[in-house]
């Protein structure tokens, strides 16, 4: 289904993260994972940067979709025109090898929290 939608995973981590997260640092997730986290930590919620190095020192919220299909959403400009697109993370080896570098401190399944 491309559409944000959020399963009961998704909610729980989204629950969870006001009391653990550190409020000074920002969470990264693809554009449907930023929506979902932007309901309770507005400030803090980004949806991936192009320049991975600001990824160095933040959190990263991976959905269940990022999970399954190795890929994230991304919001892709040409021109006047945008759109959203799914990228493989495969096409992405900044922001996997980035990903692949954090460590994992939420993981039920279906969502995941990764920490600088």
């Given amino acids: 289904m491309d559409m944000k939608v959020c399963n009961y995973r998704e909610n729980a981590v989204i629950e969870w993260l006001p009391g653990v997260v550190d409020k000074k640092l920002p969470i990264y997730s693809d554009r449907y994972g930023y929506l979902s986290v ?3 930590l507005y400030a803090q919620s980004q949806p991936f940067p192009t320049d991975t190095t600001r ?3 933040a959190y990263v919220f ?3 979709w990022n999970i399954d299909n190795n890929e994230a959403v991304v919001l892709i400009s040409r021109g006047e025109h945008m759109r959203f697109e799914h990228i493989s993370f ?3 080896p900044e922001l996997s ?3 692949n570098g954090k460590n994992l401190i939420y993981n039920n399944g279906g969502a995941q929290v990764l920490a600088p």
Avoid: A, W
Wanted: charged share 35%; aromatic share 6%; no cysteine.
């Fill in 55 to 57: 990824l160095e020192h």
């Fill in 62 to 64: 991976l959905r269940t």
């Fill in 38 to 40: 932007g309901f309770t």
């Fill in 90 to 92: 495969d096409d992405l």
């Fill in 97 to 99: 090898k980035l990903i």
